[in-house]
């Protein structure tokens, strides 16, 4: 006998008195049909293939995973926010007649708050996540040492917004966070730890100008 709706055809007696008509016609040539039933199908063949990342995940903007404000916090992100502290010094000692405060309110505001939205909205959030889309090698980011390919590239093209504005020593003193906040878009899956320590560097950076200068 075989299963999945196979049959198998054999020299067979029925039992006396229990045959029926069918089987009699078919006992007329020595034979009798016995037929399984089908198997069901099996719910996991063929696998189904990886989700794609929906609108949101895609540009970052979902909940932060894991959480952020848990206790102890997160190694990554509390290295990106002390690492700062001695930045903030050595360029209130060594550039302090070069640096500049906001100012004003809008100002403050700006450099705080709409700056660091829009900045990474557009660059952690729609250039990196579809790069790492993008640039995957068997389902993976590829990467260069320790960066994704997709966070170099996006550094790049952050240093290179800067060039507008900036002379090129300070332009290019942006991509070491431009790196930071690369990698943490990628260890949280979200945007918003970016934005967050890019707002954090930034009201630093204004603060030191605004007491060298005061």
Same mark, same amino acid.
């Given at each position: 006998?075989?299963?999945?709706?196979?049959?198998?055809?054999?020299?067979?007696?029925?039992?006396?008195?229990?045959?029926?008509?069918?089987?009699?016609?078919?006992?007329?040539?020595?034979?009798?049909?016995?037929?399984?039933?089908?198997?069901?199908?099996?719910?996991?063949?063929?696998?189904?293939?990886?989700?794609?990342?929906?609108?949101?995940?895609?540009?970052?903007?979902?909940?932060?995973?894991?959480?952020?404000?848990?206790?102890?916090?997160?190694?990554?992100?509390?290295?990106?926010?002390?690492?700062? %502290?001695?930045?903030? $010094?050595?360029?209130?000692?060594?550039?302090?007649? !070069? =640096? #500049? &405060?906001? @100012?004003? *309110? /809008? +100002?403050?505001?700006?450099?705080?708050?709409?700056?660091?939205?829009?900045?990474?909205?557009?660059?952690?959030?729609?250039?990196?996540?579809?790069?790492?889309?993008?640039?995957?090698?068997?389902?993976?980011?590829?990467?260069?040492?320790?960066?994704? %390919?997709?966070?170099? $590239?996006?550094?790049?093209?952050?240093?290179?917004? !800067? =060039? #507008? &504005?900036? @002379?090129? *020593? /300070? +332009?290019?003193?942006?991509?070491?966070?431009?790196?930071?906040?690369?990698?943490?878009?990628?260890?949280?899956?979200?945007?918003?730890?970016?934005?967050?320590?890019?707002?954090?560097?930034?009201?630093?950076?204004?603060?030191?100008?605004?007491?060298? %200068?005061?």
């Amino acid at each position: 006998m075989a299963t999945g709706g196979a049959f198998f055809l054999g020299e067979c007696s029925a039992a006396p008195g229990h045959a029926s008509p069918r089987d009699a016609r078919q006992r007329q040539h020595g034979k009798i049909a016995f037929v399984t039933s089908p198997q069901p199908p099996d719910p996991s063949y063929p696998p189904s293939a990886p989700a794609s990342p929906t609108l949101a995940e895609a540009l970052g903007v979902t909940r932060p995973h894991p959480p952020l404000f848990t206790w102890p916090p997160d190694t990554h992100l509390a290295l990106a926010m002390m690492a700062a %502290l001695p930045v903030w $010094l050595a360029l209130g000692l060594l550039l302090g007649p !070069h =640096l #500049r &405060a906001p @100012p004003g *309110a /809008w +100002a403050w505001v700006s450099l705080v708050l709409v700056q660091p939205l829009l900045e990474e909205l557009v660059f952690r959030g729609l250039l990196q996540g579809q790069a790492l889309v993008w640039l995957q090698r068997g389902g993976r980011p590829m990467r260069l040492g320790p960066l994704t %390919l997709a966070n170099a $590239l996006v550094t790049v093209a952050f240093v290179a917004l !800067h =060039l #507008r &504005a900036q @002379p090129l *020593a /300070w +332009a290019l003193a942006v991509a070491v966070p431009s790196l930071v906040f690369g990698h943490l878009r990628e260890r949280f899956s979200s945007v918003w730890p970016a934005v967050g320590v890019h707002a954090f560097y930034n009201a630093g950076f204004g603060l030191t100008a605004w007491l060298v %200068l005061a």
